[in-house]
């Protein structure tokens, strides 16, 4: 493709021909030249709403001013950084537990466990709850008579931990977001591109029938049913969930009704379950009753539990963010990260030739408009 002049370029170039695999430079370089028109859009009208605009730098500037000045309200600034600090911690560490589709940081082995950890064996050799989670006298007991204290229990324990598990399984419904927006821009901008071009949907080829297959199936589905199994998708450890957020982003599913439940299952029903499973292993009192309560009706699983049991407190037992040996992958784990790749890199592709053509169908129409007005 002639890339000097761009007139000539717009004016010759058939859309068909613009794609990665044909003229990738060429692909890129329109590509690149239709996103910064966009951002320029949106910068321009995000200038002229003048009372969005103007709010947003009045806000901006007394932050500043009043974050580099001295006084007594830098006392709640303070407060404000350290509940800044810890929401950023934590809801970071689950995105990277999750942004990874298959290979992302172990942050729940690494932090969040052995935090979870922490607090249910202070809580027990404390047998209180009164001490304090963060800074230098963290996990120290501040009560000195505990002989006729009570071990607290699960229930007690849990509203410790909560907020943490919270903002890390928050973290991890933020970490699913990739794959689905890349999904759903693959989808629209292809549909914008036939819209331009006058053409039909085109259901031939195998993305066609996929396409077809995938509308029809869910086409009877409402937003709350779409909601509901995508919640209990979201609550169950399982490496089907990219998968899920491929194809609910590929179905155009509105983003609050795949968010949300997300969020509810990540953050509320998965993680609450790990966190009742770390504090039954480290509390001691319950770990007996469970193992007795085995031991009476289940005694073929007793023995099977207890080593399960000791494995996960060998591996929580230590400082976080301690060298973590990952267990190796299985082979069928690896193919599932390899197919999920594979389709993430196939969508980008998608968006790509899309955006670049979609550009391109403009440019051409607008060119052709211009000689019309002559």
């Known amino acids: 493709l002639n890339l000097k002049s761009p007139r000539i370029r717009m004016e010759h170039i058939a859309a068909e021909d613009l794609t990665l695999l044909k003229s990738p430079v060429?692909?890129?370089?329109?590509?690149?030249?239709?996103?910064?028109?966009?951002?320029?859009?949106?910068?321009?009208?995000?200038?002229?709403?003048?009372?969005?605009?103007?709010?947003?730098?009045a806000i901006t500037i007394a932050l500043t001013v009043a974050y580099l000045l001295p006084g007594a309200h830098q006392y709640y600034f303070g407060i404000a950084e350290g509940w800044v600090a810890?929401?950023?911690w934590w809801v970071g560490l689950g995105i990277l537990s999750s942004v990874g589709l298959g290979t992302g940081l172990h942050t729940f082995v690494l932090y969040l466990g052995p935090f979870i950890a922490q607090v249910t064996m202070a809580s027990t050799e404390c047998r209180s709850l009164d001490f304090d989670r963060y800074g230098d006298n963290r996990f120290l007991c501040t009560t000195e008579d505990i002989k006729n204290l009570e071990v607290p229990g699960v229930f007690d324990i849990i509203?410790?931990?909560?907020?943490?598990?919270?903002?890390?399984?928050?973290?991890t419904a933020i970490g699913e977001l990739p794959p689905y927006f890349v999904a759903r821009e693959a989808r629209k901008s292809g549909k914008k591109l036939q819209e331009l071009a006058g053409e039909d949907d085109d259901l031939s080829g195998w993305t066609g029938y996929l396409d077809s297959f995938l509308d029809k199936g869910f086409e009877n589905w409402g937003n709350i049913q779409k909601?509901?199994?995508?919640?209990?998708?979201?609550?169950i450890p399982?490496?089907?969930?990219?998968?899920?957020?491929?194809?609910?982003?590929?179905?155009?599913?509105?983003?609050?009704?795949?968010?949300?439940?997300?969020?509810?299952?990540?953050?509320?029903?998965k993680v609450s379950l790990q966190a009742v499973f770390v504090i039954m292993v480290f509390n001691t009192e319950t770990l007996k009753t469970v193992l007795a309560f085995l031991e009476s009706w289940f005694p073929m699983l007793k023995d099977f539990m207890e080593e399960k049991f000791d494995n996960v407190r060998k591996q929580f037992h230590r400082v976080p963010g301690?060298?973590?040996?990952?267990?190796?992958?299985?082979?069928?784990?690896?193919?599932?990260?390899?197919?999920l790749i594979v389709m993430i890199l196939y969508f980008v592709i998608s968006i790509v030739n899309s955006r670049a053509q979609e550009y391109l169908v403009r440019s051409q129409n607008k060119l052709a408009n211009d000689k019309k007005s002559r």
């Not at 509203?159 to 973290?171: D, R």
């Open 322 to 339: 301690a060298a973590y040996q990952v267990p190796p992958k299985h082979i069928l784990s690896r193919v599932w990260d390899v197919i």
């Open 238 to 269: 399982n490496p089907l969930f990219d998968l899920a957020g491929l194809t609910c982003g590929h179905l155009l599913v509105p983003f609050l009704t795949f968010f949300i439940p997300t969020l509810i299952g990540k953050a509320i029903n």
């Open 159 to 171: 509203p410790l931990v909560m907020l943490e598990a919270f903002l890390w399984g928050a973290g």
């Open 86 to 88: 810890l929401i950023v």
């Open 227 to 235: 909601g509901l199994l995508i919640m209990l998708l979201a609550s």
């Open 26 to 57: 060429a692909t890129i370089k329109v590509f690149s030249k239709g996103v910064a028109s966009d951002l320029s859009s949106y910068l321009i009208a995000f200038y002229h709403n003048t009372t969005l605009f103007y709010t947003s730098l």
